[in-house]
């Protein structure tokens, strides 16, 4: 069974470029999330999707980031227009659903974002 | 904010069993214990998770004390790969519309050769 996929590895834009992050859950999965890193700080949560419709969107910073699941599969992060504060590691995770008492969830590998 | 708290840091010599402690006095009767790791350009992974009782899979024990206020996560065998940062963490069941994982700073463990 592949693992989340994450693209891309790396990123380096500009300052006020536009950037896309994709995550590929696995299969099944109907819990999508997506987290990040920003240096020298934790790991925090952005977002919670169900199927398509986001469930949980507490973390988002502001309103330059857009998350998207058309379709319940892949989803979508676009950071517009980056800001040098944006730099950090952007992970995924999916899990199963909430019929099981543990829901582990599942990471992918980060996409590092560098904005210049 | 995280409900637990580690030590930062700790180190273990390879081929030892690791305990990494965690304390979390506030958690709740329908809180599990967690543990995930982060290994250095990797994503977070999860290890175990435990109510109250006693937990042991391939990867790790996890040891919960009767009033369910620490843990103690043991990796049996250290070895050079598990060199990483370990997150305990309490989290609802995913009954509850919170299901967020809150990651805190975690312990850093250093598996010396």
């Known amino acids: 069974e592949a693992g989340v996929t994450q693209f891309p590895s790396h990123s380096v834009i500009e300052k006020g470029q536009t950037v896309t992050l994709r995550c590929d859950p696995i299969?099944?999965?109907?819990?999508l999330y997506w987290y990040r890193r920003v240096m020298g700080k934790e790991i925090k949560f952005l977002l919670h999707?169900?199927?398509?419709?986001?469930?949980?969107e507490s973390g988002m910073p502001n309103n330059r980031f857009l998350a998207e699941r058309t379709g319940g599969t892949y989803s979508t992060l676009k950071v517009q227009p980056a800001e040098l504060e944006d730099s950090g590691v952007y992970f995924c995770?999916?899990?199963?659903?909430?019929?099981?008492?543990?829901?582990?969830?599942?990471f992918g590998p980060g996409t590092r974002l560098t904005v210049l | 904010d995280a409900k637990t708290t580690q030590p930062p840091s700790m180190d273990c010599a390879e081929g030892r069993a690791a305990n990494l402690p965690c304390n979390h006095s506030?958690?709740?009767?329908?809180?599990?214990v967690y543990w995930y790791r982060q290994i250095h350009s990797q994503g977070p992974q999860y290890i175990i998770h435990g109510l109250k009782n006693n937990e042991t899979n391939e990867m790790a024990s996890l040891i919960i004390t009767e009033d369910r206020k620490s843990s103690t996560l043991i990796l049996p065998h250290a070895t050079l790969r598990d060199t990483a940062v370990y997150y305990c963490?309490?989290?609802?069941?995913?009954?509850?519309?919170?299901?967020?994982?809150?990651f805190g700073k975690g312990t850093r463990l250093h598996i010396l050769p």
């Open positions: 299969s099944g999965h109907d819990n």
């Open positions: 995770a999916s899990s199963r659903g909430r019929s099981l008492s543990y829901n582990e969830q599942f």
């Open positions: 963490i309490v989290r609802v069941p995913p009954s509850n519309r919170d299901d967020k994982i809150i």
């Open positions: 999707f169900v199927k398509e419709s986001k469930q949980d």
């Open positions: 506030t958690i709740s009767g329908n809180e599990y």
